[in-house]
């Protein structure tokens, strides 16, 4: 079926797309609230529609929104960015605006927002954390911890030429042409985050509007869970980006086995103290291990993003099956070769204590962390012949 085509011009069309789940308590304050601003010419000559995307509500949500006389869908998958999905796909009009049925965003806002999105604009992003704030709108949380530090691991990440503001705003507006090509996937509240790394992955205009919050109505329980949804969408920032974990990975490695080799050659005063001896050795070995995990879910996170990835990771995600076989046997017989050399020697010292230390701690570390690296090729191989078979 061949995508509608939608063109930009002043005065467009434009249909509000709102999510709901058993909003039967505040979905007709909204809607009749929007049909006021409607009425009251505050869009000017635009054309607007409202369309309810219901997510399977049980309270009587569906017969409110049709008896408001506003456009209702039926979204068969759970979740808040299926139903912003379903909704937005449904939509008809070059212009779309989707706004939280709970009556914390301000429907008087939205003509401001539609007003600021030019032919040359992508988006425009509801600003709540630069907007006014009822009290007890948004929990400290969320105003001082999740959103700032989620904002500023987007930006910090993806950011080139348009800054994001607030990116767990639900009030946003966008040309729907510029959505088709986001190729957004997510279905839970992880969407807020995915629609903007690929605003800015690619190169989207997004300009920031502040808007007013206010807090739920009395009695109302949010789908939002904090700890869960938070931390999807930590997840799904860092599943856009392997390079995070190939770079930390790296510097752990490195700074690790630089403390290690510097132990061979210690103790040393320093600082008032020892260091570099044999703890200060086992605590790079961990910074070497650590970071050897961490660059390993950089390579599955690219192996599964389907996306351009580092050189590095290309290696090990087209390595072939004959080249891991004898890598693989190669270690294990050099592993071996190893440990039976260091038992001869011990047992010609008569089994007495070396004091090795330093040298066992670095002799381990190699020994672990290339049977890492091996376990990594070896999974990677796994999962890349698990996703060809599937597909």
């Not at 008896?67 to 139903?83: E, F, I």
């Not at 995915?194 to 109302?220: C, F, H, I």
């Not at 260091?342 to 049977?371: C, D, H, P, R």
Request: aromatic share 10%; glycine share 8%; with cysteine.
């Amino acid at each position: 079926m061949q995508a509608a085509k939608f063109f930009r011009t002043p005065n467009a069309e434009l249909t509000i797309v709102i999510p709901c789940l058993n909003e039967a308590g505040t979905l007709p304050t909204l809607l009749m609230a929007i049909k006021d601003q409607i009425a009251s010419g505050a869009f000017g000559k635009r054309h607007v529609q409202i369309l309810v995307s219901d997510n399977g509500s049980t309270d009587g949500s569906q017969d409110l929104a049709r008896g408001l006389g506003v456009s209702l869908t039926h979204c068969p998958t759970r979740g808040y960015g299926a139903a912003l999905r379903h909704g937005i796909m449904t939509a008809k009009t070059p212009i779309v605006m989707f706004m939280d049925a709970d009556m914390t965003y301000d429907p008087a806002d939205a003509p401001r927002l539609v007003d600021a999105l030019d032919v040359d604009v992508d988006m425009v992003l509801g600003d709540r954390l630069g907007g006014k704030k009822i009290p007890g709108a948004m929990p400290p949380l969320h105003r001082y911890l999740g959103t700032p530090v989620l904002t500023f691991l987007i930006n910090a990440l993806f950011a080139r030429h348009t800054r994001i503001r607030d990116c767990n705003s639900g009030y946003r507006c966008f040309w729907k042409d510029a959505y088709e090509k986001w190729n957004i996937t997510g279905f839970g509240m992880e969407f807020a985050s995915e629609m903007l790394v690929r605003v800015l992955q690619t190169d989207s205009v997004v300009k920031n509007v502040p808007v007013t919050l206010s807090p739920s109505p009395p009695g109302r329980v949010p789908h939002l869970r904090t700890w869960r949804d938070g931390m999807r969408h930590l997840l799904q920032i860092l599943l856009e980006a392997p390079s995070v974990f190939r770079t930390i990975g790296m510097v752990m490695i490195l700074l690790g086995w630089a403390g290690l080799i510097a132990t061979l050659f210690g103790p040393f005063r320093l600082f008032g103290g020892w260091l570099f001896g044999v703890h200060s050795a086992v605590i790079f070995m961990l910074m070497v291990l650590v970071g050897q995990d961490v660059w390993s879910i950089g390579l599955f996170v690219s192996l599964k993003s389907g996306k351009p990835v580092s050189n590095q990771y290309r290696w090990a995600i087209d390595l072939n099956e004959g080249t891991l076989f004898w890598a693989m046997f190669s270690v294990f017989a050099v592993i071996v070769a190893l440990l039976i050399g260091a038992v001869l020697v011990w047992s010609q010292k008569g089994y007495v204590n070396l004091a090795l230390e330093a040298e066992f701690i670095a002799g381990a570390t190699l020994i672990m962390q290339v049977v890492e690296i091996h376990a990594a090729l070896m999974a990677t191989s796994l999962i890349r012949r698990l996703v060809n078979y599937n597909s």
